[in-house]
């Protein structure tokens, strides 16, 4: 149930998706054609990951 998880706060698309789990957020887009799922991004909730 990848639709489970929220919309990203980091994109506005449907197809991707954050995954909050013990402080982290994996972010991953869904490919509903392929049915794979990509993870593409894991930061700290914390964190601002755009921050150099």
């Given at each position: 149930?990848?639709?489970?998880?929220?919309?990203?706060?980091?994109?506005?698309?449907?197809?991707?998706?954050?995954?909050?789990?013990?402080?982290?957020?994996?972010?991953?887009?869904?490919?509903?054609?392929?049915?794979?799922?990509?993870i593409?991004?894991?930061?700290?909730?914390?964190?601002?990951?755009?921050l150099?």
């Amino acid at each position: 149930m990848p639709y489970a998880n929220r919309k990203s706060i980091f994109f506005d698309r449907e197809d991707i998706r954050d995954l909050v789990f013990k402080g982290y957020i994996i972010v991953y887009k869904i490919d509903d054609e392929k049915k794979i799922i990509d993870i593409f991004g894991f930061t700290k909730y914390e964190n601002d990951p755009f921050l150099m």
